[in-house]
């Protein structure tokens, strides 16, 4: 009936933006990790797990919610795409100012991801922020607001969906902390959330990092230990910075953080400090790192008095830690 046409053409643009963020949201629910949030939201400084998380459980009850009870829930669909879009932006913009890139290589280069679907789909962000802009487009078009829409589900049902939606990530994602002592070991894992920041004024043997590597008596007790990786270009300079500075009187400790997709032919890395004061670790890649590399600490009498994340890495959030004197020996 004509009547009926709005309410169709209103259900089908709810439904395929719906649908959409319900694939992103499951891709990385599935197989995704923190390290596929945009820059400018691991620079916001708050636990990246957490962030991680809350973002699939808000992208999950909006779909449930919208799928549902559209009639109330459609603006849901429409604040979650401006904030997309909003986000794309500020993504594309931190690649064009730090990154070097043009404004279209930004854009649509099949090099840069937007991790909208997680490590396992690239889809560049100017792919991503049109086909979220073009939804936008249609449920707005739609004027669901006039569509006279009914209910799909009991109040019940939804509000069931909805917790569902919500508890999911908290509860198929394996901890983020590392553990090799458990059963399988870190393979049961799908990333290890490494937080410099609390390591500040511990033992560098209490750390994280001791459970981690194979000899953790060896750590050195004074020095800089350096995070990298090979296939990241602000650690290879970093590390070419570091070497030609070096004078040999202060120990290092270069933890190379390994990657499941490394080979010789991506390393990027061709000079670091190197020698006798240099100690060099690789950690396994049985999980991959949350950690913005290139990141360091110093270790004074065993004490950790400082950290850094992201050096050089314009919208990362880096930061330095305040400098935390060692106790007193008295």
């Not at 009498?301 to 106790?327: D, Y």
Request: hydrophobic share 45%; aromatic share 8%.
């Amino acid at each position: 009936m004509p009547q009926d046409r709005p309410q169709r053409f209103a259900l089908i643009g709810i439904r395929l933006a719906a649908l959409w963020v319900a694939a992103g949201a499951l891709f990385k629910l599935f197989a995704g990790t923190p390290n596929d949030l945009p820059p400018v939201v691991r620079g916001l400084g708050l636990d990246p797990d957490l962030i991680f998380r809350l973002a699939i459980a808000v992208e999950l009850t909006v779909v449930f919610a919208v799928l549902l009870r559209p009639r109330r829930s459609w603006p849901l669909i429409v604040a979650l795409f401006l904030v997309f879009d909003v986000v794309l932006a500020l993504l594309v913009g931190l690649l064009v100012r730090g990154g070097g890139v043009t404004l279209f290589a930004a854009l649509f280069s099949p090099d840069v991801s937007c991790g909208c679907f997680g490590s396992t789909v690239t889809i560049p962000p100017g792919v991503m922020m049109s086909i979220d802009s073009a939804l936008l487009v249609l449920v707005l078009a739609s004027r669901p607001w006039r569509a006279g829409l009914r209910p799909l589900a009991p109040v019940w049902v939804a509000g069931v969906l909805i917790a569902a939606g919500v508890a999911a990530p908290f509860a198929w994602i394996p901890p983020a902390e590392w553990n090799p002592g458990a059963e399988g070991g870190a393979a049961k894992q799908r990333y290890c959330v490494i937080d410099l920041k609390k390591w500040q004024g511990e033992l560098i043997y209490d750390t994280q990092l001791a459970r981690i590597v194979p000899e953790p008596d060896s750590l050195p007790a004074d020095g800089n230990y350096v995070f990298w990786r090979q296939t990241c270009e602000h650690c290879a300079e970093h590390l070419r910075r570091l070497a030609e500075t070096d004078d040999m009187s202060r120990p290092y400790v270069l933890i190379r953080l390994k990657e499941k997709g490394d080979t010789p032919e991506n390393d990027g890395v061709h000079l670091k400090p190197s020698g006798g004061h240099v100690t060099e670790l690789d950690l396994p890649d049985d999980v991959e790192y949350v950690l913005t590399t290139p990141a360091d600490l110093d270790v004074e009498g065993g004490i950790v008095v400082r950290t850094r994340e992201g050096i050089g890495v314009e919208g990362e959030g880096e930061g330095e830690s305040e400098l935390v004197p060692p106790p007193d020996p008295k």
